[in-house]
């Protein structure tokens, strides 16, 4: 058997959560690969609306195996409120949850220290979420991070002590007396991460694997932000993309099957950075308030704008995308014009089909304009059914991209949800 993944193809927030729940009945093992607690993956069924920040998105499917992979980067104070929450669904992910050893702690200094870095970078800050993601990647490439499997050692304390002392000359005084106020809840939350089942995950996917179990590797951010090919610095700090699955998992390439790449209809991006196609007009303001683009994590306000395809075409490239599913076209259903950049054009005229990423100042995007539907589509399932100006845009889409649309979200709930290719049921 091989793993299918499943990941952001813009700049995160895409709705990946609804789609890993919608999708997990087909599979027996869910499993996040990288991120950490910056991720927000909301998920809305039954009249519920939950978000998870690190725990899968299967979690809520007693039958399915969870694993938290290495390539995540794990805060155990975070990790319990998450899942004391879950038991208010009657979720016990004590049997189905399992913990990779070599996933790295995220320590309270980690979070002192990105509060530290983002302050210090002044108007260069680059929209940290502050929650110790980045100095907790660091000290995993520094070779002195803690990771899971310490936490069973019986002089875990001592080195923990030990690494805190060590970046302790590295922050403010007065963000000293922040960092006293959590260390105690942090070495509690530890205790509580003792009871969960802390394993050699790479050993547990691929046994599945071998045993013919449907695995589905479940990304966070989004391939936009990659450390390596996203609009660097304005990145995360792992690999957001599905080579990300097979480090971040101890899958050999050999054993990725689907690609899944998850899109919203328009864009959004959270925090500093270049976004080609942002809209700072009241267009814009209609997609924030129709969409409800507010971060499931920070709460802070999306930027939003058109659908951009050469970044769309750059990421389906890294991933080696092989089925797409559009999220939230519902959200353009009151717009008399929809527009999706087609190129980039310089000053002097010139024109590229390729995502300009970081030198994206230097040209502006190019767009195709379409009628919109003025139709509500959240009532719709069945795809036949759609108005045509939306269908046109899903074609034109598939068109440009070489890829089918083989699923499209028409609102938050696992219900609106319209599969077109049966090859996902």
């Not at 087609?342 to 300009?356: I, K, L, R, V």
């Amino acid at each position: 058997m091989k793993a299918d993944v499943l990941l952001g193809l813009q700049w995160g927030d895409e709705g990946k959560g609804k789609i890993v729940d919608f999708l997990t009945p087909k599979y027996n093992v869910v499993a996040r690969f990288q991120g950490g607690p910056n991720a927000g993956h909301t998920l809305e069924f039954d009249g519920i609306k939950h978000v998870l920040h690190q725990i899968p998105s299967g979690i809520f499917h007693a039958d399915t195996i969870n694993i938290i992979g290495n390539g995540v980067v794990l805060d155990p104070i975070i990790f319990k409120k998450e899942i004391e929450d879950l038991k208010a669904y009657n979720v016990d992910p004590i049997s189905n949850l399992f913990i990779s050893k070599g996933a790295q702690l995220i320590l309270p200094i980690h979070r002192i220290l990105d509060k530290a870095q983002e302050i210090a970078k002044g108007e260069k800050k680059i929209g940290s979420t502050l929650k110790g993601i980045g100095p907790a990647y660091q000290d995993k490439y520094a070779r002195h991070g803690l990771r899971v499997g310490d936490v069973l050692q019986e002089d875990f304390e001592d080195r923990y002590k030990q690494l805190r002392e060590h970046h302790l000359n590295s922050i403010p005084e007065n963000l000293v007396g922040e960092l006293d106020e959590i260390s105690s809840e942090f070495l509690n939350a530890v205790d509580y991460l003792r009871t969960f089942q802390i394993v050699d995950t790479e050993y547990l996917i691929n046994k599945e694997l071998s045993n013919g179990a449907q695995v589905l590797c479940e990304g966070a951010q989004g391939t936009l932000l990659d450390v390596d090919f996203g609009s660097y610095p304005f990145v995360t700090s792992s690999n957001t993309i599905s080579a990300g699955a097979c480090s971040g998992l101890g899958l050999a390439p050999t054993k990725i099957g689907e690609v899944y790449g998850i899109f919203k209809a328009y864009c959004t991006r959270v925090g500093s950075g270049p976004f080609p196609t942002e809209l700072f007009d009241a267009i814009g303001e209609s997609l924030q308030k129709e969409g409800h683009e507010f971060g499931a994590t920070t709460g802070r306000p999306r930027r939003c704008g058109w659908l951009d395809l050469p970044a769309l075409k750059y990421s389906i490239m890294l991933n080696g995308v092989t089925q797409l599913f559009m999220m939230k076209a519902d959200v353009l259903d009151s717009f008399e014009e929809i527009k999706v950049c087609t190129h980039y054009e310089n000053s002097e005229g010139q024109t590229t089909t390729q995502f300009p990423g970081v030198e994206s100042k230097d040209y502006n995007p190019v767009y195709r304009s379409f009628k919109g539907w003025q139709s509500e589509s959240k009532a719709i399932e069945d795809y036949a059914l759609l108005p045509a100006e939306l269908k046109l845009y899903i074609n034109f889409i598939e068109e440009e991209v070489g890829v089918p649309i083989n699923l499209i979200s028409v609102g938050p709930d696992r219900r609106q949800t319209i599969v077109k290719d049966s090859i996902l049921v």
